[in-house]
Antibody, heavy 120, light 107 residues
Framework: QVQLVQSGAEVKKPGASVKVSCKAS????????ISWVRQAPGQGLEWMGW????????NYAQKLQGRVTMTTDTSTSTAYMELRSLRSDDTAVYYC?????????????WGQGTLVTVSS | DIQMTQSPSSLSASVGDRVTITCRAS??????LNWYQQKPGKAPKLLIY???SLQSGVPSRFSGSGSGTDFTLTISSLQPEDFATYYC?????????FGPGTKVDIK
């Protein structure tokens, strides 16, 4: 069965960086893209960007351009999201999500979420 | 970016009730509309894609309709496990955007 398993919770200081991993199993990793979606406490869902696991192409949300980098390691079927220059308003649960079909932006499988807390 | 709105923002209902949630897009998105269910502390779950297609494994009491700018999610007979927050999301153009959510709780 398809599973996306994310790394554990992180606590970071303002200005630091965080890198969250998302290990996929149960399907051919390179056949689907992965998006990252975050949710601030008590708030809605915000799309952060997408990466093709096939060729590494990326597309980032404009507001995060320059601060976010998404990568994949096809040898371990793992996707990564790094966010730099963290601010308090980056405190959120970060999810990876698989697209249902290529570039559909319909998200059929999600990781369990990783809480990133930014606090001095 | 395409803005998504939902109504109501919350509702109280009883087991067995028929529940309808509305989602509106700021411009036409054809049928590129998806619905998700999220329970506290859990990841969202895809219920409906392409406005009316039921995701595999989702109970048939869930249905979706609409096209253009106006869409609805209907739960035909609310079950105890359906108390959750529901989000619509457009996949017509990048960036994909979500509605603010509708919380369904117990009356």
């Amino acid at each position: 069965q398809v599973q996306l398993v994310q790394s554990g919770a992180e606590v970071k200081k303002p200005g630091a960086s965080v890198k969250v991993s998302c290990k996929a199993s149960g399907y051919t990793f390179t056949s689907y893209g992965i998006s990252w979606v975050r949710q601030a406490p008590g708030q809605g869902l915000e799309w952060m960007g997408w990466i093709s696991a096939y060729n590494g192409n990326t597309n980032y949300a404009q507001k995060l351009q320059g601060r976010v980098t998404m990568t994949t390691d096809t040898s371990t079927s793992t996707a990564y999201m790094e966010l730099r220059s963290l601010r308090s308003d980056d405190t959120a649960v970060y999810y990876c999500a698989r697209e249902r079909v290529v570039r559909s932006e319909e998200f059929d499988y999600w990781g369990q979420g990783t809480l990133v807390t930014v606090s001095s | 970016d395409i803005q998504m709105t939902q109504s109501p923002s919350s509702l109280s209902a009883s087991v067995g009730d028929r529940v309808t949630i509305t989602c509106r897009a700021s411009q036409s998105i054809s049928s590129y509309l998806n619905w998700y269910q999220q329970k506290p502390g859990k990841a969202p779950k895809l219920l409906i894609y392409a406005a009316s297609s039921l995701q595999s494994g989702v109970p048939s009491r869930f249905s979706g309709s609409g096209s253009g700018t106006d869409f609805t999610l209907t739960i035909s007979s609310l079950q105890p496990e359906d108390f959750a927050t529901y989000y619509c999301q457009q996949s017509y153009s990048t960036p994909p955007t979500f509605g603010p959510g509708t919380k369904v709780d117990i009356k």
